[in-house]
């Protein structure tokens, strides 16, 4: 049996590895796809979208979920109805990038832009990363004051520990602690559905705010740029991109184009579960929150809605034990959330810097950042301040979005980047439409909002001048980054086409469609091992 090994290497110690097996005919001991049905193919692939969607779970969805259906009734189901669509492109493009080219995102940006500006967008992911694990880190704050009656601020700074904890569940296994963590979440979706059957919300107001566009009251603006930056982050894209690698991807157009379209799947049916349990949150708060013979005493609950007093919402359906439920699930809520933000650190510091960090080290590293301004607003603001951080942790993640999202709309539409895999025309102007649209909302509401706020609050004319002076460039900058990254032009290729022999590369260019099934098993794949998740 002869066996030819050909290694091209893709500029940045991923190498894409060429392997020629025996004759065709023979099956590969690696894949045979000619005896596997589509469908167990298919859940060969199953896993990084469903891992990604946990963070479209995390407390700070649930804290914009409850406080928008509180404040605004079924108004802005329609954010997330868009949002979700829009999260499901944005990731479908960070899988393909990944699939495509054998690198990440992080890693096709360091190889793409110069030392400084990679450097400042590294600094931004971090950022991200720290942003969100905020709002984990407030969760599990909550969850142990539920519990345990500790204060938050005590909560906050044990959240430290979870560090030691998970290191001590990793043993078992990542993919059996996410399973676990993931039922523990679906616990609180089913109570909250279960609410819904008990509520029975109205069937055309929920239709209606899923579908019909409406920004009302005091606030609502707010409360939409929230909902949308809790739903898509930044640091998601990073992390999906990653994900797929840990898959063995045949180097054929067909294998790469399954592989897509699986992701795509997997994504949507993951996404699709993460949106019914968004819908299923607010509408509980808008359903409890809205009715006309609500109580004074949920009135009072309903006016200051946060994560740490939402159990009073599930009492219906689970009576006195709602608010150990609510706070398990709401603990695992915010564990699971960490799981993503640490692969995302790693993918990030990896990537950008070439640097490998020990994952109890990096994820200490990164709650020690996120509980020191936990830590000072609960012991000033209390839990009603630290549920407002988990709001302004929210827009951070919207106003870095750009910083991930342009760079990855320009990668995925890239010939020398996707090859023959990059976006088609209808991808490329649907995701830069949206994606221009949203960023062109945010900036549009940061700048406006700080208009707002310097105009009217009471502060003398000199500290609004000095506030002026320091905030307006940097706004100034922000728009110009912005721009640069829009319309610099690609100039690094990282998209590497597998070789092989003749008659093989021949078969990879006319499709298999005319070989027979058996050749596809011979094909080329890659091999990307050094980002298997158990290595990492």
Not at 73 to 99: D, H, K, M, R, T
Not at 329 to 350: E, R
Not at 503 to 530: C, D, I, T, W
């Given at each position: 049996m002869m066996h030819q090994e050909q290694q091209v290497s893709n500029g940045n110690n991923n190498p894409l590895v060429a392997v020629n097996v025996t004759p065709a005919g023979t099956s590969s001991p690696n894949h045979d796809s000619s005896k596997t049905p589509g469908w167990k193919r298919f859940f060969t692939y199953v896993g990084p979208g469903f891992l990604v969607s946990l963070a479209y779970l995390d407390p700070g969805n649930l804290e914009t979920d409850l406080q928008a259906g509180a404040n605004h009734g079924y108004e802005l189901l329609w954010i997330i109805f868009i949002g979700l669509i829009f999260a499901l492109l944005i990731q479908s493009l960070a899988a393909n990038l990944g699939v495509c080219t054998g690198k990440h995102l992080a890693e096709i940006c360091k190889a793409e832009y110069p030392l400084f500006m990679k450097y400042c967008l590294w600094i931004l992911a971090e950022l991200a990363v720290i942003a969100s694990d905020i709002p984990e880190v407030i969760g599990t704050a909550f969850a142990l004051n539920i519990l345990f009656h500790i204060p938050v601020w005590g909560g906050v700074l044990l959240t430290g520990c979870s560090t030691l904890l998970f290191l001590g569940l990793q043993r078992f296994g990542v993919r059996k602690l996410e399973l676990l963590i993931s039922v523990l979440v679906f616990i609180m979706a089913g109570c909250f559905f279960g609410e819904m059957k008990y509520l029975k919300p109205p069937a055309s107001g929920v239709v209606e705010g899923v579908f019909i566009p409406k920004l009302n009251g005091n606030g609502a603006v707010a409360d939409a740029i929230a909902l949308l930056g809790a739903l898509i982050m930044p640091h998601n894209l990073f992390l999906h991109s990653a994900l797929v690698l840990s898959r063995k991807i045949h180097g054929s157009e067909r294998g790469v184009n399954d592989a897509c379209r699986y992701f795509l799947v997997e994504s949507g049916f993951a996404l699709f579960v993460a949106f019914l349990i968004n819908i299923a949150v607010i509408s509980v708060s808008a359903t409890v929150c809205t009715a006309k013979d609500i109580t004074a005493e949920n009135v009072k609950s309903c006016s200051d809605l946060t994560l740490n007093s939402a159990s009073f919402l599930l009492k219906n359906v689970l009576g006195r034990s709602s608010s150990v439920i609510y706070a398990i699930a709401l603990l695992a809520s915010g564990q699971s959330s960490s799981i993503t933000g640490t692969y995302a650190g790693q993918f990030i510091m990896q990537g950008f810097l070439d640097l490998k960090m020990e994952k109890w080290i990096r994820n200490l590293l990164t709650r020690i950042v996120a509980i020191a301004p936990s830590l000072v607003v609960a012991i000033i603001g209390g839990s009603s301040g630290v549920g407002r951080l988990i709001i302004i942790a929210s827009m951070i993640l919207s106003f870095e979005i750009?910083?991930?999202?342009?760079?990855?709309?320009?990668?995925?539409?890239?010939?020398?980047?996707?090859?023959?895999?990059?976006?088609?025309?209808?991808?490329?102007?649907?995701?830069?439409?949206?994606?221009?649209?949203?960023?062109?909302?945010?900036?549009?509401?940061?700048?406006?909002?700080?208009?707002?706020?310097?105009?009217?609050?009471?502060?003398?004319?000199?500290?609004?001048?000095?506030?002026?002076?320091?905030?307006?460039?940097?706004?100034?900058?922000?728009?110009?980054?912005?721009?640069?990254?829009?319309?610099?032009?690609?100039?690094?290729?990282?998209?590497?086409?597998?070789?092989?022999?003749?008659?093989?590369?021949?078969?990879?260019?006319?499709?298999?469609?005319?070989?027979?099934?058996?050749?596809?098993?011979?094909?080329?794949?890659?091999?990307?091992?050094?980002?298997?998740?158990?290595?990492?």
């Amino acid at each position: 049996m002869m066996h030819q090994e050909q290694q091209v290497s893709n500029g940045n110690n991923n190498p894409l590895v060429a392997v020629n097996v025996t004759p065709a005919g023979t099956s590969s001991p690696n894949h045979d796809s000619s005896k596997t049905p589509g469908w167990k193919r298919f859940f060969t692939y199953v896993g990084p979208g469903f891992l990604v969607s946990l963070a479209y779970l995390d407390p700070g969805n649930l804290e914009t979920d409850l406080q928008a259906g509180a404040n605004h009734g079924y108004e802005l189901l329609w954010i997330i109805f868009i949002g979700l669509i829009f999260a499901l492109l944005i990731q479908s493009l960070a899988a393909n990038l990944g699939v495509c080219t054998g690198k990440h995102l992080a890693e096709i940006c360091k190889a793409e832009y110069p030392l400084f500006m990679k450097y400042c967008l590294w600094i931004l992911a971090e950022l991200a990363v720290i942003a969100s694990d905020i709002p984990e880190v407030i969760g599990t704050a909550f969850a142990l004051n539920i519990l345990f009656h500790i204060p938050v601020w005590g909560g906050v700074l044990l959240t430290g520990c979870s560090t030691l904890l998970f290191l001590g569940l990793q043993r078992f296994g990542v993919r059996k602690l996410e399973l676990l963590i993931s039922v523990l979440v679906f616990i609180m979706a089913g109570c909250f559905f279960g609410e819904m059957k008990y509520l029975k919300p109205p069937a055309s107001g929920v239709v209606e705010g899923v579908f019909i566009p409406k920004l009302n009251g005091n606030g609502a603006v707010a409360d939409a740029i929230a909902l949308l930056g809790a739903l898509i982050m930044p640091h998601n894209l990073f992390l999906h991109s990653a994900l797929v690698l840990s898959r063995k991807i045949h180097g054929s157009e067909r294998g790469v184009n399954d592989a897509c379209r699986y992701f795509l799947v997997e994504s949507g049916f993951a996404l699709f579960v993460a949106f019914l349990i968004n819908i299923a949150v607010i509408s509980v708060s808008a359903t409890v929150c809205t009715a006309k013979d609500i109580t004074a005493e949920n009135v009072k609950s309903c006016s200051d809605l946060t994560l740490n007093s939402a159990s009073f919402l599930l009492k219906n359906v689970l009576g006195r034990s709602s608010s150990v439920i609510y706070a398990i699930a709401l603990l695992a809520s915010g564990q699971s959330s960490s799981i993503t933000g640490t692969y995302a650190g790693q993918f990030i510091m990896q990537g950008f810097l070439d640097l490998k960090m020990e994952k109890w080290i990096r994820n200490l590293l990164t709650r020690i950042v996120a509980i020191a301004p936990s830590l000072v607003v609960a012991i000033i603001g209390g839990s009603s301040g630290v549920g407002r951080l988990i709001i302004i942790a929210s827009m951070i993640l919207s106003f870095e979005i750009p910083f991930a999202l342009i760079p990855l709309l320009k990668f995925s539409s890239s010939s020398i980047k996707m090859g023959t895999h990059k976006n088609s025309m209808i991808v490329i102007v649907i995701s830069w439409i949206l994606g221009l649209g949203v960023i062109g909302i945010k900036v549009y509401y940061l700048i406006t909002a700080f208009v707002g706020w310097i105009t009217h609050n009471g502060l003398p004319k000199v500290a609004n001048v000095s506030i002026g002076i320091i905030v307006f460039p940097l706004m100034a900058l922000y728009i110009v980054s912005v721009i640069y990254l829009t319309f610099r032009k690609d100039r690094v290729k990282t998209f590497v086409e597998v070789k092989d022999d003749p008659v093989m590369q021949a078969h990879m260019e006319k499709g298999f469609g005319n070989v027979g099934q058996e050749e596809l098993s011979n094909a080329p794949y890659r091999e990307v091992g050094q980002v298997e998740l158990s290595k990492i």
